[in-house]
C-alpha cells in the first residue's frame, strides 16, 4: 500500500504535524482495523498517515479518574476497556466490548478509532452514547473543545471533526448516585461471533432505593445513518416506578425507541425485520 506516514510521539510533533500537512491529503491512523481495509478497497493517491500509534501522551492513551468523571484516551484499546476497574460499573460498555470481534481485533482497535469511523454499526460508539459520554476534541493550535456524543456523528462515515481536529479523549461524567443500575448491550446479528450488528440497542437506566428510575440513557445502531440517542424513550421512563411498569409503559418505551430508527433493507436483513427486532428488544429491557 503506497502512503507516506508521519509517526509524532509528543503531542508537540502530533500539532506541528497537523499544521504542516494542512494543505494536503492526510488521514489519521491508530489500530488500523478499519482504515487499512478501507484503503485496501480504495487507495486516496498522494495520501499522507499521520500514525497515532507512538505517540506517548497519557491523555491519549490511558483512562482515568478525574474530578469531572472517567476519561477514557482516544487511542485505547477494547482490550484496555475491558480490563480497566474503573469501567466495571457500566456494564452497557463492557458488554459492548464483549461483544466486538474477536480477541486479536480488540487488541488493537480503539476506542477513537471506534467512534472516528462513525458506522452506524460502531458498538463501542452506541453504548457511550448512552452513557451521555462527551467527546474532547484536541484542535491544532492546541485547545480543546467538547462535543457530546449525541452531536458527534453528522452522517455515515462523518462527524464534527474538522480538518485541523482530532479526538484526544471521551468522557463519562460522574453519574448520579443509584441504587439499582440496569444497564446492557444488545446485539443483534446473523452469527454469534464476528458480526456486525443488524441493530443494536444499548442502555443504562438507573433507580432510586424506591424504585424510581431517576436516570435514562438508551441508544440505537444499526438502524440509521447514525448512532443515535433516542431521547423521547429515555425521557419516557424518567420519574417511573421500574418494578410497576405496565406492559403499556414497556410498549410505549419500545415505540418511542422506533421513532429514532430508519433502517434500510439490505442482504443481511430487511428494515421490516430491523424494526421488528428493535422492538422486541426495546421492550424487552424492562
Ligand atoms: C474483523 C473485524 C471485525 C470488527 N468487528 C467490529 C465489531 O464487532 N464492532 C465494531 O464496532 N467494530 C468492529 N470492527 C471495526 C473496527 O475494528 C472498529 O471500528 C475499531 O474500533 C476502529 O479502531 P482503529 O483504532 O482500528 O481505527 P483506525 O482504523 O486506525 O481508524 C478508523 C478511522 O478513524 C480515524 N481516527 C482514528 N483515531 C482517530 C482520532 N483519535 N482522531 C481522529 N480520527 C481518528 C481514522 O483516520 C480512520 O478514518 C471490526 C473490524 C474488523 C477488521
Known amino acids: 500500500m503506497d502512503f507516506r506516514t508521519i509517526s509524532p510521539q509528543t503531542t508537540e510533533e502530533l500539532l506541528e504535524a497537523i499544521k504542516q500537512n494542512q494543505g494536503k491529503h492526510f488521514r489519521f491512523g491508530a489500530g488500523y482495523t478499519d482504515l487499512i481495509p478501507e484503503l485496501e478497497m480504495q487507495m486516496e493517491n498522494g495520501l499522507i498517515v499521520i500514525n497515532l500509534a507512538k505517540l506517548k501522551d ?7 479518574l478525574s474530578e469531572d468523571g472517567i476519561r477514557i484516551g482516544a487511542l485505547t484499546t477494547m482490550t484496555d476497556v475491558l480490563s480497566n476497574k474503573h469501567l466495571q460499573k457500566f456494564p452497557v460498555l463492557i458488554e459492548a466490548v464483549e461483544s466486538f470481534a474477536s480477541v486479536q481485533i480488540r487488541s488493537v482497535a480503539t476506542v477513537g478509532g471506534n467512534l472516528c469511523t462513525a458506522s452506524p454499526a460502531g458498538d463501542v460508539s452506541c453504548a457511550l452514547v448512552a452513557l451521555g459520554a462527551v467527546s474532547e476534541i484536541l484542535i491544532a493550535n492546541g485547545q480543546i473543545r467538547t462535543v457530546p456524543l449525541t452531536e458527534f456523528f453528522t452522517g455515515v462515515k462523518t462527524t464534527v471533526l ?3 481536529e482530532l479526538l484526544r479523549s471521551v468522557l463519562i461524567p460522574h453519574q448520579k448516585s443509584a441504587e439499582r443500575i440496569l444497564s446492557g448491550f444488545i446485539k443483534i446479528g446473523n452469527r454469534n461471533s464476528m458480526e456486525i450488528a443488524l441493530a443494536s440497542l444499548a442502555y443504562h437506566i438507573t433507580t432510586d432505593k424506591n424504585g424510581i428510575i431517576t436516570s435514562a440513557g438508551t441508544a440505537v445502531g444499526s438502524v440509521a445513518e447514525t448512532i443515535r440517542y433516542t431521547e423521547s424513550a429515555c425521557e419516557f421512563l ?4 421500574m418494578d410497576q411498569l405496565s406492559e403499556e409503559d414497556k410498549e410505549t418505551f419500545a415505540d418511542n425507541v422506533l421513532k429514532y430508527a430508519n433502517p434500510i433493507s439490505d442482504i443481511r436483513a430487511s428494515a421490516w425485520y430491523r424494526h421488528q427486532v428493535l422492538w422486541n428488544i426495546s421492550k424487552s429491557i424492562l
Open 162 to 164: 474538522k480538518k485541523n
Open 58 to 64: 497519557s491523555n491519549f492513551t490511558s483512562i482515568f
Open 238 to 241: 424518567l420519574g417511573k416506578n
